[in-house]
């Protein structure tokens, strides 16, 4: 059984899918907004179980296909309030030239932590995004 992340973004999930497909080649398998979604009773702030609402053109659920891995992301918030500090993706690649290319287009708009180097776990290791 695979095993998919699902990030949750503080309004800029649209933003996250672009540059995903744009930096790493992501392939969006789907993706719905809240706009899209049928019309319920959860509509109105007070019938909705977070109690919050989003605007129509926020991501309610997208489903993204990076090298064979599939993300799951949102613009929503599970339960409660949520803190949005960073989170961490593997990326895995058998081939050089690809892992490069990834690395170069992460580079151009992210922080680059140890540069292009091996490292004693035989991988290359940390790009961080923004």
Not at 15 to 29: F, H, K, N, P, S
Request: with cysteine.
């Amino acid at each position: 059984m695979p095993l998919s992340p699902y990030l949750s973004f503080a309004g800029n999930c649209s933003d996250a899918i672009a540059y995903y497909q744009r930096t790493l080649g992501a392939e969006l398998l789907y993706k719905i907004s809240f706009g899209e979604m049928p019309k319920s009773a959860q509509d109105s702030a007070e019938n909705c179980p977070s109690g919050m609402q989003f605007p129509d053109t926020a991501i309610a659920h997208a489903n993204v296909r990076i090298a064979g891995s599939d993300i799951m992301m949102s613009d929503a918030m599970p339960s409660g309030k949520a803190s949005y500090s960073g989170f961490t993706l593997v990326l895995d690649s058998q081939q050089v030239e690809e892992g490069k290319r990834w690395f170069d287009n992460l580079a151009a708009n992210g922080k680059n932590r140890n540069g292009l180097a091996g490292n004693f776990l035989g991988a290359w290791l940390w790009q961080s995004h923004r």
